[in-house]
């Protein structure tokens, strides 16, 4: 079991993308710098991870460096686990707000379909939620 958002899972998640990409039924061919994050109950920002993808590649994943991004995606740790157990969908947590997002969501619409899958493959890494 890897710590939600820690350096392990990150890696965890790099290995499932890599061993699954190619089974991805529509090529992710986003290019954008995504920081993810968590929440406490107060709105604090307590854990963030930066990825960076380029024609769908993913070139960078783990601590945040840059200062700029393409999309900012967050929520408290009880969401991002009923995300990932597909208790709710991503969709369904944006439009109800539990889910926040920053950034061109129309062009991210766009590549609605295999951030899907993006997600179920990283749902199925072993995560150690917060209690």
Known sequence: MHPFMSQDWVR???EAFIS???SLKKPLDLTATVKFYVEDQEGR???AIEL???????VYAGDVR???FDYEVGAKAEVWRDIATGKVGPRFALITKRLKFKGDLVNL???EESLQELFKIFSQV???WEE
């Open 109 to 111: 619409i766009k590549h």
């Open 20 to 22: 699954n990409k190619d």
């Open 66 to 68: 840059s200062e700029h």
């Open 45 to 47: 920002v307590t854990r």
């Open 126 to 128: 072993p995560t150690q």
């Open 52 to 58: 960076r993808l380029q024609e769908g590649e993913l």
């Open 12 to 14: 965890a998640c790099i």
